[in-house]
């Protein structure tokens, strides 16, 4: 089970940390993604984090947002800053055993965070 949280509603320019927390699972042997969908848009990757942290983002997000996780606490987060109107979506987080940027190859989602970017 994945519970996302952190979302809200921020000012272009503006910062919010998104947090996912995983119960149910040997995290340490998962990878952790964020994946987003933006409304009439399909679900695209934003990042991703190794068990042993290595990270992997999306070109539009690359020095504005951040992956981390704490195995010890089963989390993953993703912080979002500089955030830009186009950054609105639904933030999920996945994860699985595997690592690609394509949304079908992972089996557990969580139930997604809000993220509204005003200018």
């Known amino acids: 089970q994945l519970q996302a949280s952190g979302g809200g509603l921020v000012q272009a320019g503006g910062s919010l940390r998104l947090s996912c927390a995983a119960s149910?699972?040997?995290?340490?042997?998962?990878?952790m993604a964020w994946f987003r969908q933006a409304p009439g848009k399909e679900r695209q990757f934003v990042a991703a984090i190794s068990w042993i942290g290595n990270a992997w983002y999306t070109d539009s997000v690359k020095g504005r947002f951040t992956i981390s996780r704490d195995n010890a606490k089963n989390t993953v987060s993703l912080q979002v800053s500089s955030l830009k109107p186009e950054d609105t979506a639904v933030y999920y987080c996945?994860?699985?055993?595997?690592?690609?940027?394509?949304?079908?190859?992972?089996?557990?989602w969580g139930q997604g965070t809000q993220v509204t970017v005003s200018s």
């Open positions: 149910g699972l040997t995290f340490g042997d998962y990878y």
């Open positions: 996945a994860v699985d055993r595997g690592f690609t940027r394509r949304e079908e190859d992972w089996r557990y």
